[in-house]
Nanobody
């Protein structure tokens, strides 16, 4: 069993900062890439940022220059540093781990976390 656990969400004022963390645990041999997605009320889940081989990153246009995605030392942990937060950033943020390979016997998995709520409001 592989699980992702997010943390770091909460209430923050516009212009403030939060750092989200996501740790993958379980019988993991390797993780090819990880990312963050978000879903606001009444909206579709959307890409926020991803990080893959060679630390190649990809960001939604709406967060470029404000958010930074990075990997922890184990490469099974991903962070999202969110600066200059706006009310439009309010959403449940979900961690995603794509291309997980489990310990032998090898299996390929994509796993989602349960989400952490970020609320940006005065």
């Amino acid at each position: 069993q592989v699980q992702l656990v997010e943390s770091g969400g909460g209430l923050v004022q516009p212009g403030g900062s939060l750092r989200l963390s996501c740790a993958a645990s379980g019988s993991i041999f390797s993780v090819n890439g990880m990312g963050w997605y978000r879903q606001a009320p009444g909206k579709e889940r959307e890409l926020v940022a991803t990080i893959a081989r060679g630390d190649r990153t990809n960001y939604a246009d709406s967060v470029k220059g404000r958010f930074t995605i990075s990997l922890g030392n184990t490469k099974n942990t991903v962070y999202l540093q969110m600066n200059s937060l706006k009310p439009e950033d309010t959403a449940v943020y979900y961690c995603n781990a794509g291309g997980i390979t489990t310990m032998p016997p090898f299996r390929s998995l994509e796993v989602w976390g349960q989400g952490t709520l970020v609320t940006v409001s005065s």
